[in-house]
């Protein structure tokens, strides 16, 4: 009896390291290989292997632009994301007013929804032909759309920062309903006024949460496509657009593979910065689960 024992135990791991393998060779298949082949094709679509297209690229100045607009479209968004979804989250959370469950529930909504229902909406309001163009138009009697900032760097900002708003509202939210009412009684009998409180009781305890959806927004923005795409921003090319020009209407997939590996290489740095600082804070303290 003891020695079937011990053969089922031993038996045991290899049967769950036998489940492994299905998983592995789906990624493997839809991840790993399509990635190895990007890879491959960024150093030549010939025999031989070769870093030229690399320098070409990494050096042209459509690159440059692509880079920046990336970086300056990400952190503008990220920036608008924390400071209106710590203003918005302040309100729900601290300030009583009717049909705050509800904007709460509407929040989680809103992170379902494809990114570009908020982009078309921007359109129907903002756009050379939206309402807002065709009203002051009227009111003004003049030819020419008064407001045009939605086809340029800060209108993409401005509907990234839309969208994304409710990744840090999320863990905000749930960081805001740990912290004792207690605490801000006792500060305001003292006193304290409210943006003290704020700044020396909640912006504390929410700094986990405010450093994780950054750094989710961030990681969302540097490969947000359709937002920049739909609004059709002239002279904003994002890496993505440009991978997207270059595959699809310029048909030079060896560019547009070198792109696509430097972006990955972006967004994986900046993935391990988002896990580093959920493994730094804790997934509770952040709100995330």
């Known amino acids: 009896m003891a020695n079937v ?7 045991g791991p290899r049967w769950d390291r036998a489940w492994i393998a299905p998983p592995l ?7 790993f290989y399509p ?5 491959r094709q960024s150093l030549g679509d010939t025999g031989k292997l070769s870093l030229a297209t690399f320098q070409t690229v990494l050096a042209s100045r459509e690159f440059h632009d692509g880079l920046v607009h990336t970086i300056v479209i990400a952190l503008g968004s990220t920036a608008g994301c924390l400071i209106l979804g710590f203003v918005f989250s302040l309100v729900i959370a601290f300030i009583p007013f ?8 509407v929040i989680d909504t809103v992170i379902a929804l494809p990114t570009f229902l908020v982009t078309l909406a ?3 309001i903002y756009g050379s032909a939206g309402l807002l163009n065709e009203s002051l138009m009227q009111l003004m009697h003049v030819d020419l759309p008064p407001i045009n900032f939605l086809y340029s760097q800060w209108g993409v900002i401005l509907a990234e920062t839309t969208v994304y708003t409710p990744f840090v509202m999320r863990p905000l939210l749930a960081t805001f309903s740990q912290i004792e009412q207690a605490q801000i009684e006792v500060a305001s009998s003292l006193g304290a006024k409210p943006w003290r409180i704020v700044r020396q009781i909640i912006l504390p305890a929410a700094m986990p949460a405010l450093i994780a959806g950054g750094s989710l927004c961030l990681l969302l923005t ?3 496509f359709g937002i920049v795409l739909f609004i059709g921003a002239k002279g904003v090319i994002t ?3 440009l991978i997207y020009s270059k595959a699809i209407q310029e048909f030079d997939y060896t560019t547009a593979c070198v ?11 900046l993935y391990s910065l988002y896990r580093a600082v959920i493994a730094h804070f804790g997934g509770r303290r952040a709100g995330l689960v």
């Open 25 to 31: 060779l789906v990624l493997g298949v839809l991840f």
């Open 98 to 105: 009717p049909g705050a469950r509800f904007c709460g529930r």
């Open 35 to 39: 990635l190895g082949l990007i890879f």
């Open 259 to 269: 792109i696509a590996v430097v972006n990955v290489a972006l967004s994986l740095g």
């Open 5 to 11: 024992a011990i053969a089922s135990v031993e038996r």
């Open 222 to 224: 540097v490969n947000e």
């Open 122 to 124: 921007f359109t129907f």
């Open 239 to 241: 890496l993505p657009v």
